[in-house]
């Protein structure tokens, strides 16, 4: 029959579609069973790595404060290894790594059945995940309970067979481990698209409810009144005005505190706007630096950094001085304005960082190289870096440099690329922000780190494998030429290129 002439109507040609539809879902499913088998190889190559790691007997590196346990140090080594190399988080790459273990270990059956392809990597994952606090005595109950359940039920009702089991199978009871896990809280954020970003609260589950359901009695209380948002954003909007004006009942907690917000803002994006509206309303700009940039708004305490553009360092433009208007609206048109960004989140829309920096009580001008919008060096020699220079490197590297997506720079330690006690000194060139978990990374294992030669910003580092990674700084305006820096080779005894995928 013609492939063109069958209809869903006709009963011979239903029968030939749905034996084409079977088909196609046969090949997923044996194609889910593929790469299953490959994952599972996966797990034992992970394991191999390891083991190899283990056979390395890598020590604390440090010289002062308190030591790692060669346990601890080889498996930060080759998680912080694995994750660089495969750009997954450490979170990711631990897992990972705990998953080959068991499968490699007390969990073989669950090896087996994700080799022939009867699980997915991600119930074999969860199996093991969940075993963590189950005694070593019932590891094989505990296997023997979940391994048939997960050849027939989604992963998401696998994890709540795998919490029943391993709650009857510790000896510990729920209230010791909820004060455990209570130690764990946090907040985390996570930048997402079109100027959002996820903030997750990750506390005991009491307070959570409780601050879920003043949030929707506030929400409730406002739309009853009239308010045209909806309940969802009422209650994201009650919240955050709690948050960012209320005060905290927590004793010793400093009052009055307000939300810190840094915008770092192209100038000319600045300039173009005024140009624009000096245009439009047939005047010269305002003086004395009171600039329209945009829209009304309130921002409160809003701490605001505006960026210069110069040329190759001969000359720069800020918001608070605008000489750069003199040279016509033709050629400030034709610049390069750039965007702005959030620190702690990134790229803003040019209306958001317009109204944002309309109120702010001042800026900062920093002098850029036109080519590749990195801020220009100049050097310092204290030990603790001034508030200039220090506001000058978290400017210009908006994260921790240790070459995975990490924290923000705002919240990282500034660590001397060479050692101070060694000589070296406190400058652009050999401090860069480090979150206090890579800070450490870098102290007590045998990660390398050096300084691009050239003066980029560009960090550059050195696996305990012997593989090389480059953390570019962050530009503060857009390049105006697309560069790739080269570096020399790293420092001895080895050099390898990065792992490709």
């Known amino acids: 029959m013609n492939r063109a002439n069958l209809t869903a109507n006709d009963p011979q ?14 090949e997923v499913v044996d194609g889910a069973h593929a790469v299953a088998r490959v994952q599972a190889e996966q797990a034992a190559r992970i394991e191999k790595a390891r083991r190899a790691c283990e056979a390395m007997g890598f020590a604390d590196q440090s010289t002062g404060g308190p030591g790692w346990s060669p346990e601890v140090v080889t498996q930060r080594v080759l998680v912080t290894e694995l994750a660089v190399a495969l750009h997954l988080s450490e979170t990711d790459a631990r897992r990972q790594v705990d998953t080959a273990e068991g499968l490699a270990g007390a969990f073989a059956a669950t090896r087996l059945a994700l080799e022939a392809g009867r699980i997915s990597y991600r119930h074999a994952e969860k199996i093991v995940e969940h075993s963590r606090a189950v005694p070593p005595e019932s590891l094989a109950g505990y296997e023997a309970r979940l391994l048939p359940v997960a050849t027939r039920v989604s992963v998401k009702r696998l994890v709540r067979h795998a919490r029943a089991a391993a709650e009857e199978a510790q000896a510990s009871t729920s209230i010791e481990r909820h004060l455990t ?11 997402a698209a079109d100027g959002m970003a996820f903030l997750t609260h990750y506390l005991p589950a009491v307070e959570s409810v409780a601050i879920y359901n003043r949030a929707t009695d506030l ?7 009239g308010d045209p948002r909806t309940l969802v954003q009422l209650r994201a909007d009650v919240l955050t005005d709690l948050m960012v004006n209320g005060e905290t009942s927590i004793p010793g907690a400093t009052k009055g505190v307000r939300a810190h917000v840094l915008v770092t803002v192209p100038a000319l994006t600045l300039v173009k706007h005024e140009l624009e509206v000096t245009r439009d309303l047939g005047s010269n700009p305002a003086p ?13 305490d809003t701490d605001i950094a505006d960026t210069g553009v110069a040329n190759r360092g001969l000359s720069e433009t800020g918001a608070a001085d605008t000489g ?10 034709a610049a390069n304005t750039g965007a702005a960004n959030l620190d702690g989140y990134g790229p803003i829309d040019r209306l958001t960082a317009l109204e944002l920096t309309r109120e702010a009580p001042g800026f900062y001008r920093v002098l850029t190289d036109a080519v590749t919008g990195v801020a220009l060096t100049y050097g310092r ?4 870096p001034p508030a200039d220079l220090d506001q000058l490197i978290r400017t210009v590297h908006r994260e921790c440099t240790f070459p995975l997506d990490c924290s923000p720079s705002i919240t990282a330690d500034l660590d001397h690329t060479d050692p ?19 800070h450490k990374v870098k102290h007590h294992t045998e990660w390398q780190v050096v300084q691009d030669p050239a003066g980029s910003g560009a960090i550059i580092w050195t696996s305990p494998a012997g593989f090389e990674y480059v953390a570019e700084s962050t530009p503060i305006a857009r390049p105006a030429t697309k560069t790739v820096p080269r570096f020399a080779e790293a420092p001895p005894p080895y050099r390898y290129d990065a792992p490709r995928f």
Do not use: M
């Open 181 to 191: 896990a209570t130690a764990d809280r946090r907040i985390t954020l996570d930048p």
């Open 288 to 300: 004395d630096g009171h600039h329209s940039l945009g829209a009304d708004a309130d921002i409160g």
């Open 13 to 26: 040609s239903r029968q030939l579609l749905r034996e084409r539809y079977a088909a196609a879902v046969s």
């Open 219 to 225: 929400a409730r209380g406002l739309k009853s009144s």
């Open 420 to 438: 101070w006690e060694d000589g070296a000194n406190t400058a652009f060139a050999n401090l860069s922000p480090l979150c206090s978990s890579h």
């Open 381 to 384: 020699t204290r030990y603790r």
């Open 324 to 333: 750069a208007a003199d040279n016509g609206a033709a050629n400030i048109e």
